[in-house]
């Protein structure tokens, strides 16, 4: 785009004229993400992209977050997500999809004004800094349990073995659920991934819809229980304002107002589950890659350790892109973006422009992460992010404090293609003890 045109008359942005990803390279996933990010940074690139769908692609940092910031870019309301899947239907009998659209209907993600900020404070009073640090010693504890019954110089997958449980343990026990209900949870919100892949093969998305059935019925269950026994105020406090908000539901631009905490709290906390656990997945692998990094963790301040992980996730971001559409023509770089576009927002690309962060490829805790876009950005940015920061720093200390040597024990590249996370399979590792 030249400085004649930023600078001149608005006109409509063709998006049917621009190169689309597949002309980059990006058909999904992690790898392909970082062979995105190595071929659009170069100084004849365009500004803008699209989809092979017609949606338009964002992803240069000051882009991004100059767009978020504008009221008209909206979330995808439930409908827009689930065509046909939310309609009151005389049979039993339910399509595939619809209990992944019956379960993230209930989400902030897929609500807009004046419903999103409401559900946004009530999350937030739960998960929001301040009550997020306070579970700081919780969260440890959880972290030293689960590595002092690992086996030691035996090969063990992360994921499976230690970023699940100790995610999943974490939000059993905000919602009052057994560790056997938390892991079981933890592992059918992995088994809920397929939802999020680029294009769906009815195998694999049959097998996300009954997780999320089961996933759902587990939290909502384990949640409901423990409002009626009492003594769980994370479930109470929501439980107490959800009763207050009258605000019609509007699948078609709104959103639902979920009718039980319970309802809340699984179509809520699904990223709170799979997310998070990518997070900390993705910290590890990265220090795994930096085993300098892991040295220097044994003598690193909180506060130095706040920042790794916040460099971890900045090379490797848990989500590479979402969506978004315009609720209403958008005037932008000397364009007007017609309402109704789909807009694609790649958060994880933004965190490799090189305009932003000087040299990406070079891993520096000491580098700046103001205009980081790991979790988002604008009034969409992601709630959870306090938890899935906290919960990566807290096992970094459970492993310097258990006096812990981690290093790889086979492939680290095993990611999931058509994907639109930076997710892996399994990170097969070994644990050591330290002798002193």
Known sequence: MSDEVIAGKSHILDIETLPTLGDYGYDGG????????????????????RTKDGALVIFRQSDLR??????????????????????????????????????????????????????????????????????????????????????????????EKIAEPLIGRFWGYQLGMTDEEALEAAVHARNMTPMLF????????????????????????ASMRSLQSG???????????LKDIDIADDLDYTGHVPKSAGAFLAGNLFDGFHTAALAVTNTVRTLLEHPDMLTELQEATPEKRAAIVAECLRVEPPV?????????????????????????????????????????DHFDPNRSQQGSTTFGGGAHICPGRFVASLVAKCLLDAITECRINIRPAGDMNEWIGNHAMCQLRHLPVILERRES
């Open 320 to 360: 590479i892109h979402l969506s978004r559409y315009a609720s209403a023509d958008i005037e932008y770089g000397g364009y007007t973006i017609p309402k109704g576009t789909h807009v694609l927002m790649m958060w994880g690309v933004a965190n490799r422009d090189p305009g932003a962060f000087p040299e990406p």
């Open 198 to 221: 680029l294009q769906h093969d009815p195998e694999s998305f049959y097998e996300a819809d009954n997780a999320a059935e089961n996933y759902r019925t587990i939290v909502e269950t």
């Open 30 to 49: 992690r790898i392909a993400f970082r062979q995105f990010c190595e071929k659009i940074f170069k100084t004849d690139s365009p500004r803008f992209l």
């Open 66 to 159: 100059a767009m978020a910031a504008m009221p008209q870019l909206s979330a995808l309301a439930p409908n827009q997500l689930f065509p046909g899947l939310l309609e009151d239907r005389l049979s039993d009998e339910k399509p595939v999809g619809s209990s992944i659209a019956n379960l993230i209907k209930n989400q902030l993600f897929s609500t807009n004004p004046p419903l999103n900020p409401v559900l946004r404070r009530i999350l937030l009073k739960q998960i929001g800094p301040k009550p997020t640090g306070a579970k700081q010693d919780d969260v440890k504890a959880i972290a030293v349990d689960i590595l002092n019954n690992l086996p030691q110089g035996e090969s063990v997958d992360f994921v």
């Open 231 to 241: 003594g769980c105020p994370f479930v109470e406090h929501v439980a107490m304002e």
